[in-house]
C-alpha cells in the first residue's frame, strides 16, 4: 500500500474511514477471522461470555474443568459429556447470521482473500462463502473419523448416535469416533499453515466475534503487514488490538456493524448484503 494514501483515507481511524478505503484501488485483498461471537445470533452460544458461554454453562456435564469437553484424553475416558454438547451445537439446525453473508459479500465483490473461522458450525460454507475462501482451523462436523484407526465413519450414521445420545464406534476396531473438530492439543488441518502466508499481502483484516485467547489462530491477526489496516468487530476490545495506529475498534454487535458499514460503504452494499442473507 502506498503510504502517503493511506492516513488520508483512515484519517479518522474509525468505520466511515475504513468503507472509503474499501472503495479505494489500494484494498484489494481483505481478510477476515471468525469467532464463535459471529454465531450467537444464529442461536449457537460462544464459549466465554458470562452466563451465556457454553463454559459456564457445563455444570451439568460434570466436567473436571470446561474445556475438557474438548480434550482428547478426556474424551477418551468419557466421550458422553462431548456428545451431549455435539446434540446442541450439530450443524443442521442453524441458519447463518448477517455476518456471515457479509462475508459472503466480500467475495462477491472479488475483495475476499480468505476468511479464517474457528468455528465449527460450518456457517461460512452455508452462507455461501467459496470453499477455497474457508479455512476452518479448528475443523467442522463435516467429517468424522476413529482417533484409534483413523478409519473415516459414515456422516448419517454419527448424526443418528448424536440425535439418540449414544456414542458412535468403530466398524473396524470399535475405537471412539470423533468427529473432524480439533481438540486441544490436536494440531490445526494442514490448509491452516499453508495459507497464513497469505496474510502478508492483506490490505485489510476484519476480525469479528472472538476473544482471541486460543492460539496459534489468535496469532494471525499479527501476522498481516504494519501498514495493513486491522478493524475488531467485537462486544468488548481484545488481543492487541489499539497498539497499531491503523487499528479501528468497533465495539458492538458484529450484525449491527456489518449492516452499518455496507450502509456507510453505500454503491448497494446494505441492500445486497440483505438479499444475500434472504437467499440463506
Ligand atoms: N457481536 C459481537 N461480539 C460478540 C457477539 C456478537 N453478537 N457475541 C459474542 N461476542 C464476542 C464476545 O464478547 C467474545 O469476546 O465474541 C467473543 C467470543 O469469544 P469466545 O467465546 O472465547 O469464542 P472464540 O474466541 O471463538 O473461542 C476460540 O476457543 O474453546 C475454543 O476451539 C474453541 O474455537 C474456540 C476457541
Ligand atoms: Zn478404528
Given at each position: ?48 461470555s ?58 462477491e465483490?472479488?475483495l ?17 462463502v ?12 463435516a467429517?468424522q ?21 449414544s456414542?458412535?464406534t ?18 490445526l ?71 452499518e ?20
Amino acid at each position: 500500500i502506498d503510504e502517503s494514501v493511506l492516513p488520508q483515507i483512515l484519517d479518522k481511524r474509525d468505520l466511515a474511514s475504513v468503507a472509503k478505503y474499501v472503495k479505494s484501488p489500494e484494498c484489494k485483498r481483505i481478510f477476515v477471522m471468525n469467532g464463535a461471537g459471529v454465531s450467537t445470533s444464529a442461536g449457537i452460544p460462544d464459549f466465554r461470555s458470562p452466563e451465556t458461554g457454553l463454559y459456564h454453562n457445563l455444570q451439568r456435564l460434570n466436567l473436571p474443568y470446561p474445556e475438557a469437553v474438548f480434550e482428547i484424553s478426556f474424551f477418551r475416558e468419557n466421550p458422553i459429556p462431548f456428545y451431549a454438547l455435539a446434540k446442541e451445537l450439530m450443524p443442521g439446525k442453524f441458519r447463518p447470521t448477517i455476518t456471515h453473508s457479509f462475508v459472503r459479500l466480500l467475495a462477491e465483490k472479488n475483495l475476499l482473500g480468505m476468511c479464517y473461522t474457528q468455528n465449527i458450525d460450518t456457517l461460512e460454507r452455508l452462507a455461501g462463502v467459496p470453499a477455497h475462501k474457508i479455512v476452518e482451523a479448528h475443523g467442522s462436523f463435516a467429517d468424522q473419523h476413529c482417533i484409534d484407526c483413523g478409519a473415516p465413519y459414515d456422516s448419517n450414521k454419527i448424526r443418528d448416535h448424536i440425535r439418540k445420545g449414544s456414542v458412535p464406534t468403530c466398524d473396524q476396531c470399535d475405537g471412539l469416533v470423533k468427529p473432524d473438530i480439533v481438540f486441544f492439543g490436536e494440531s490445526l488441518p494442514p490448509r491452516f499453515s499453508q495459507t497464513v502466508p497469505l496474510l502478508r499481502s492483506a490490505d485489510l483484516l476484519i476480525v469479528m466475534g472472538t476473544s482471541l485467547t486460543v492460539h496459534p489462530f489468535a496469532s494471525l491477526a499479527s501476522m498481516v503487514p504494519e501498514n495493513c489496516p486491522r478493524v475488531l468487530i467485537n462486544m468488548d476490545q481484545v488481543g492487541d488490538f489499539g497498539t497499531r495506529t491503523d487499528d479501528v475498534v468497533c465495539l458492538g454487535k458484529t450484525d449491527e456493524v456489518v449492516k452499518e458499514f455496507c450502509r456507510l460503504v453505500g454503491d448497494g452494499w446494505e441492500k445486497e448484503l440483505e438479499d444475500l442473507w434472504k437467499e440463506t
